[in-house]
């Protein structure tokens, strides 16, 4: 049993290395290893992170969405400062505590994937079923929420019919010849 480890830690000691020192130079690897990741982390929580009065309103779900495709993406504090009744069309005042509300805008950077999805599918001859599930499933996915998702269908619907369209339009076969 003992030549079998002498003979072992010969071999490995002739084809370069003793185990000894490959666990020795693995530890700086190690450390390298550890410190990337927790500046990969670092960097990756710092996207998410919002200001203390931006996560006060949204520890209250004081937020609000808008659909603003031709605009960028963004999240901002605003200040409302009265509403208009749907029913009447009478404006009333808001109280001052509950005036700023955390805005979310669903941009052109969140329509532009949905766009291009929406017209791969129609490259690809989904149905409009098939286009509309596969939408809803990645805007879920990616949003899971339920106004992002609906204008991720929206965009990407709207691209889909408009290449579908396209691709019927009837060539001119006048000029051809």
Not at 89 to 100: C, V
Request: contains cysteine; proline residues 4%; aromatic residues 8%.
């Amino acid at each position: 049993m003992q030549s079998a480890v002498l003979l072992s830690a010969e071999m490995s000691e002739r084809n370069g290395h003793s185990p000894r020192t490959l666990s020795m130079n693995k530890r700086p690897l190690r450390l390298l290893l550890i410190s990337a990741a927790f500046c990969v982390a670092l960097s990756s929580s710092k996207a998410d992170k919002f200001t203390k009065e931006e996560q006060a309103l949204l520890n209250k779900n004081r937020v609000m969405q808008m659909y603003k495709p031709d605009e960028h993406s963004r999240h901002f504090i605003a200040h409302i400062d009265s509403a208009t009744d749907p029913k009447t069309g009478e404006k009333r005042k808001i109280s001052k505590d509950a005036q700023a509300v955390l805005c979310f805008v669903f941009g052109m950077e969140d329509a532009q994937p949905a766009r291009e999805q929406g017209r791969s599918m129609a490259e690809s001859h989904y149905s409009p079923q098939q286009a509309h599930e596969f939408l809803f499933a990645q805007g879920w996915d990616k949003y899971h929420d339920r106004f992002f998702t609906r204008c991720y269908v929206q965009e990407g619907e709207a691209a889909y019919e408009q290449a579908v369209k396209a691709q019927q339009k009837p060539v001119d076969q006048s000029s051809s010849s």
